[in-house]
């Protein structure tokens, strides 16, 4: 069956990077592009863009430029989320889902990451 | 950008009531490209339809959506108690994708 396994809950101080993973598993990860999105506390769903896992090409929504890194591991079917020079308004559950083109039918369990001093 | 506006923002309901959940975009959505996603406290979403009336795999008969163009509706015919959530709106008919701000379902 389908699943996307996500790492587990950081704490991070300011300043500070994180690395969130997203392991595929029950498809050809190939076949679908992986996507980001982030949930702050008490916030709806906001899109933060994706990956092709063909070509490794990441596109990031508005928002989500220069701090915010997608990469691949196609090797163990992982997808990653790095978040450098964190914020405290990056606290936020991550999620990642399968799709870019379609409806995003199959989601992480999403990773809390905690920013504070 | 396409703008998604949902509608109430609270529904106040009874167990065996229908529900009817609006979502509204800022301008047409490209081939009705609209998805509804249930989200339960500390899970992930899960896609309940796509294509603006079509049912995901697994999702019982009582879910149903319905529009086009802008303006579309969730449906739920009898809550059961499961069903008390959040549901969200998306687009995935242009880029960037966006998602409306949530429905809140709640028991009366």
């Known amino acids: 069956q389908v699943q996307l396994v996500q790492s587990g809950s950081e704490l991070k101080k300011p300043g500070a990077s994180v690395k969130v993973s997203c392991k595929a598993s029950?498809?050809?990860?190939?076949?679908?592009?992986i996507t980001w999105v982030r949930q702050a506390p008490g916030q709806g769903l906001e899109w933060m863009g994706w990956?092709?896992?063909?070509?490794?090409?990441?596109t990031y929504a508005q928002g989500f430029t220069g701090r915010f890194v997608f990469s691949l591991d196609t090797s163990v079917s992982t997808a990653y989320l790095q978040i450098n020079s964190l914020k405290a308004e990056d606290t936020a559950v991550y999620y990642c889902?399968?799709?870019?083109?379609?409806?995003?039918?199959?989601w992480g369990q999403g990773t809390l990451v905690t920013v504070s001093s | 950008e396409i703008v998604l506006t949902q509608s109430p923002g609270t529904l106040s309901l009874s167990p065996g009531e229908r529900a009817t959940l609006s979502c509204r975009a800022s301008?047409?959505?490209?081939?009705?490209?609209l998805a509804w996603y249930q989200q339960k406290p500390g899970q992930a979403p899960r896609l309940l339809i796509y294509?603006?009336?079509s049912r995901a795999t697994g999702i019982p008969d009582r879910f149903s959506g319905s529009g086009s163009g802008t303006d579309f509706t969730l449906t739920i015919s009898r809550l059961e108690p499961e069903d008390f959530a959040v549901y969200y709106c998306?687009?995935?008919?242009?880029?960037?994708?966006?998602f409306g701000q949530g429905t809140k379902v709640e028991i009366k």
């Open positions: 889902a399968r799709g870019w083109q379609w409806p995003f039918d199959y």
């Open positions: 029950g498809y050809t990860f190939s076949s679908y592009g």
């Open positions: 990956i092709n896992t063909n070509t490794g090409n990441p």
């Open positions: 301008q047409s959505v490209t081939s009705n490209y």
């Open positions: 294509g603006a009336s």
């Open positions: 998306q687009q995935y008919g242009s880029s960037p994708r966006t």
